[in-house]
């Protein structure tokens, strides 16, 4: 009786140290830690070259956050109600090799419960290398490379419509769009993303016949473009195209302003600068007519889009760009649905869900093929007009027109 008394006493002290640890005993003796939160883990480029790119991203990881806790949570079937979520971050400096270390301490040591992708293109990459090894699913964002459909990662999501074959094949459509373009110009920065570009859009011009009367690639660190920009301006050709990354693009687009080539005489594509802000606070009216890649602006009737837009204007003093800032938080919806749709925050039931489902997001319907590439939201361009951004390609997305310049009119 004694020895039957001590026993019991022996496990009452062992359920309420469990309980004060946060574990949960069930029947048959297996235990089980009781969930609070939701811990999600991502590497972010807070400093370095990759910083200003990596803003709107941050302020959209933090706009979905702060809301999803509003509303109590994520609902978790597993433990049957809705959890809280928190961040654990790390600055890698913008340097890939941070970045990789960072997704090892955030997986090794932090333990966090889930991950958030990181800033850019190369990081995505160098991450993607490494998740079969943590086991952790990634709902990529801000990645966009010829380079990614050549690996074979399981564990990354592609959540863009920036890859180059897809977005120049449209590019090419709109300018098919208006039969008075017969000549164009093409400048092209040297690194990867831009020079995909350009190699997609050369054979799709010739299908076209659209005769390209310049083609230059010019040094990341240039600071003068005017030579190439005047030579340009006595070709007169009807399109500028201007393959830039967004510390070339300001210059570029500057300096062909100097030059006598506007907006309103040329139709011009900036491929990123322009989807930054500071591109409006630098430049004012002479942005409009500009034209830019994009994943969505609020004209396109997508779920979840104008309240978007709207509530990250009064949270950030600052209208979102379309790039980074749709990107950043539709990812983030889709791992939101994910979880709640597997009921569990297992990494590897999660990653299957991501594969085999449809998830509604501020970037429309997406769904995501064999090889992980979001095959659902359509490559789009937005312009300038009137002081803001609006999607103008392609026309089912919008119902707004290309503003041409006079000459193409």
């Known amino acids: 009786m004694k020895t039957s008394r001590l026993i019991v006493i022996g496990v009452v002290v062992l359920v309420i140290a469990g309980v004060s640890a946060?574990?949960?005993?069930?029947?048959?003796?297996?235990?089980?830690?009781?969930?609070?939160?939701?811990?999600?883990?991502?590497?972010?480029?807070?400093?370095?070259?990759?910083?200003?790119?990596?803003?709107?991203?941050?302020?959209?990881?933090?706009?979905?956050?702060?809301?999803?806790?509003?509303?109590?949570?994520?609902?978790?079937?597993k433990y049957d109600k809705k959890l809280p979520v928190r961040y654990t971050w790390h600055d890698d400096g913008s340097s890939t090799e941070e970045v990789v270390k960072n997704y090892k301490k955030l997986v090794n040591k932090d333990h966090v419960d889930l991950l958030l992708a990181p800033v850019s293109t190369t990081p995505h990459i160098a991450v993607s290398k490494i998740l079969p090894q943590l086991e952790m699913?990634?709902?990529?964002?801000?990645?966009?490379?010829?380079?990614?459909?050549?690996?074979?990662?399981?564990?990354?999501?592609?959540?863009?419509?920036?890859?180059?074959?897809?977005?120049?094949?449209?590019?090419?459509?709109?300018?098919?769009?208006?039969?008075?373009?017969?000549?164009?110009?093409?400048?092209?920065?040297?690194?990867?993303f831009a020079t995909q570009n350009r190699r997609q859009l050369l054979p799709r011009l010739n299908e076209r016949q659209i005769e390209v009367v310049y083609d230059k690639i010019y040094p990341m660190d240039v600071d003068d473009l005017t030579p190439i920009l005047s030579d340009i301006k006595n070709k007169n050709p009807d399109v500028l195209i201007a393959l830039h990354q967004p510390q070339t693009g300001f210059i570029a687009f500057g300096q062909s302003?100097?030059?006598?080539?506007?907006?309103?005489?040329?139709?011009?594509?900036?491929?990123?600068?322009?989807?930054?802000?500071a591109w409006e606070n630098s430049f004012g009216p002479a942005t409009n007519g500009v034209v830019l890649m994009s994943q969505a602006t609020p004209e396109i009737p997508w779920p979840g889009l104008t309240e978007f837009w709207d509530a990250y204007e009064e949270r950030w003093g600052q209208r979102p760009s379309p790039l980074n800032s749709v990107l950043g938080y539709a990812s983030c919806e889709v791992l939101k649905q994910a979880i709640e749709k597997t009921g569990t925050l297992k990494p590897k039931e999660i990653k299957d869900t991501i594969g085999t489902s449809e998830f509604e997001t501020i970037q429309g319907t997406i769904r995501y093929d064999e090889n992980n590439f979001n095959v659902t939201t359509p490559a789009n361009f937005a312009q300038w007009q009137g002081g803001k951004?609006?999607?103008?390609?392609?026309?089912?997305?919008?119902?707004?027109?290309?503003?041409?310049?006079?000459?193409?009119k």
């Open 22 to 77: 946060g574990i949960i005993f069930y029947a048959g003796g297996t235990a089980e830690e009781e969930k609070n939160y939701i811990e999600l883990g991502f590497s972010f480029s807070k400093t370095g070259r990759l910083a200003p790119n990596g803003v709107p991203e941050w302020r959209s990881y933090q706009l979905w956050k702060e809301e999803v806790n509003e509303d109590g949570g994520i609902y978790v079937e």
């Open 137 to 192: 699913p990634i709902v990529g964002n801000t990645a966009a490379s010829m380079e990614l459909r050549e690996m074979e990662s399981k564990w990354m999501f592609y959540t863009t419509s920036c890859i180059p074959d897809k977005q120049m094949k449209a590019f090419a459509e709109m300018l098919d769009s208006n039969p008075k373009i017969e000549k164009v110009a093409i400048i092209t920065a040297n690194n990867s």
């Open 257 to 277: 302003l100097k030059v006598g080539i506007t907006p309103k005489t040329t139709l011009m594509l900036n491929l990123i600068g322009p989807g930054l802000y």
């Open 389 to 408: 951004m609006v999607t103008v390609w392609p026309p089912e997305l919008s119902s707004v027109e290309i503003q041409w310049p006079d000459p193409l």
